[in-house]
């Protein structure tokens, strides 16, 4: 859950992921497959706009890096308007530079992760860490370069953002 605002306008953020792997299974490549099902919510009050998005994927994840596909359904309502049902591919391809037991550092392109549902045309790149700080509990920090396009790269937003959390593992 994420809530931030100022004396102007507030919004609340709101997501559930979950994983399912087959590394129980005698094969090697089954180890390397997940599925993956992240349903996040994102909310401007002070526009009465709200969105809804479902992203079912399934990822290939190795020791060197990974790519996921998936379908990113958003489902968004303006105002008073009829909700809008858009369709898109969600896509997340990164490369592994530093795993060990303590610490992890990926470079990923993309266009969703937990708190970002873009359209087509809106892409980051990001450098991920993550310091194992207990087996159940990491640190994680996020440097990210995105631009938010609508197709291609026409009417854009271009933008830097650091992100820093817990991440508690059960």
Do not use: C
């Not at 979950?18 to 992240?38: E, I, R, T, V």
């Not at 993309?110 to 892409?123: M, P, R, S, T, V």
């Amino acid at each position: 859950v994420s809530y931030g605002g100022n004396h102007l306008y507030s919004q609340l953020d709101i997501f559930a992921d979950a994983d399912l792997n087959f590394s129980f299974l005698k094969y090697k490549f089954f180890k390397l497959l997940y599925f993956n099902f992240l349903y996040g919510f994102e909310s401007l009050p002070v526009y009465f706009t709200n969105s809804s998005s479902i992203i079912p994927t399934i990822a290939l994840k190795g020791r060197i890096g990974g790519v996921i596909l998936g379908y990113h359904l958003r489902l968004s309502s303006f105002y008073s308007s009829a909700p809008v049902i858009e369709g898109m591919i969600a896509f997340r391809l990164f490369v592994t530079a530093l795993n060990t037991n303590v610490i992890l550092l990926n470079i990923a392109f993309a266009n969703f992760d937990n708190f970002y549902y873009g359209n087509y045309g809106a892409y980051f790149l990001r450098v991920e860490t993550t310091v194992h700080v207990h087996k159940n509990i990491s640190l994680t920090n996020d440097i990210t370069i995105n631009q938010s396009g609508s197709v291609g790269l026409s009417s854009n937003f271009y933008g830097a953002k650091l992100r820093s959390g817990i991440k508690i593992v059960w």
